[in-house]
């Protein structure tokens, strides 16, 4: 199962998704919310934090989670603040139930992850990607547009045009026909 934590928060915050099962994972932490006592409505314990990226908002949250938890932290760049694993391009990481693979895709930031299930037609596209066609911001430090355009090309070779689910860092996750989004995504970014 996976649940967004966040979701309906009035703070300034990314998607805080935790994924049950095998693995109970939390990928991203959020910020400025109790996102604790929210893990604590569905679970008693994390066995690993996975970050997508760590801009502030994706990760305002992680100190609390770590010391709640006591739970290692797995991210692109093990020299971030935070991050105690590598988690590298190509690398596998189970989240819950299914094995995902781990896709480097900076443009956004330089240490940006998708996480993808092949198996399970699920995406976490962290801030690559949203609804709608929308894409990550660009004009931050370490934001490249061209690089990201190659990102999103990058995802959109991996991805299976039946993907199932869409989970993006900001804004509702995508349930009806997911790739077409991406596309719209990759289309979109292209234009200036």
């Given at each position: 199962?996976?649940?967004?934590?966040?979701?309906?928060?009035?703070?300034?915050?990314?998607?805080?998704?935790?994924?049950?099962?095998?693995?109970?994972?939390?990928?991203?932490?959020?910020?400025?919310?109790?996102?604790?006592?929210?893990?604590?409505?569905?679970?008693?314990?994390?066995?690993?934090?996975?970050?997508?990226?760590?801009?502030p908002?994706?990760?305002g949250?992680?100190e609390?989670?770590?010391?709640?938890f006591?739970?290692?932290?797995?991210?692109?760049?093990?020299?971030?603040?935070?991050?105690?694993?590598?988690?590298?391009?190509?690398?596998?990481?189970?989240?819950?139930d299914?094995e995902?693979v781990?896709?480097?895709?900076?443009?956004?930031?330089?240490?940006?992850?998708?996480?993808?299930?092949?198996?399970?037609?699920?995406?976490?596209?962290?801030?690559?990607?949203?609804q709608?066609g929308?894409?990550?911001?660009?004009?931050?430090?370490?934001?490249?547009?061209?690089?990201?355009?190659?990102?999103?090309?990058?995802?959109?070779?991996?991805?299976?045009?039946?993907?199932?689910?869409?989970?993006?860092?900001?804004?509702?996750?995508?349930?009806?026909?997911?790739?077409?989004?991406?596309?719209?995504?990759?289309?979109?970014?292209?234009?200036?």
């Amino acid at each position: 199962m996976i649940v967004n934590l966040a979701a309906g928060k009035q703070v300034f915050t990314s998607n805080a998704f935790l994924v049950t099962g095998d693995r109970t994972v939390l990928v991203d932490t959020g910020a400025n919310f109790d996102v604790v006592d929210s893990v604590r409505e569905h679970v008693d314990a994390l066995d690993a934090v996975v970050l997508t990226h760590t801009h502030p908002d994706h990760v305002g949250n992680l100190e609390a989670v770590t010391t709640a938890f006591d739970v290692d932290v797995w991210g692109f760049d093990p020299a971030a603040d935070g991050v105690d694993h590598e988690l590298g391009d190509e690398t596998t990481v189970v989240l819950g139930d299914d094995e995902y693979v781990a896709l480097h895709t900076p443009g956004h930031k330089d240490d940006h992850l998708c996480l993808y299930a092949h198996k399970a037609g699920v995406l976490f596209a962290g801030d690559l990607v949203f609804q709608d066609g929308a894409f990550g911001r660009t004009d931050l430090p370490e934001g490249n547009r061209s690089t990201l355009v190659d990102s999103i090309d990058r995802i959109l070779e991996r991805l299976d045009s039946d993907l199932e689910v869409l989970h993006v860092g900001h804004g509702p996750s995508v349930t009806d026909r997911p790739y077409e989004h991406v596309e719209l995504a990759g289309r979109m970014a292209r234009q200036v």
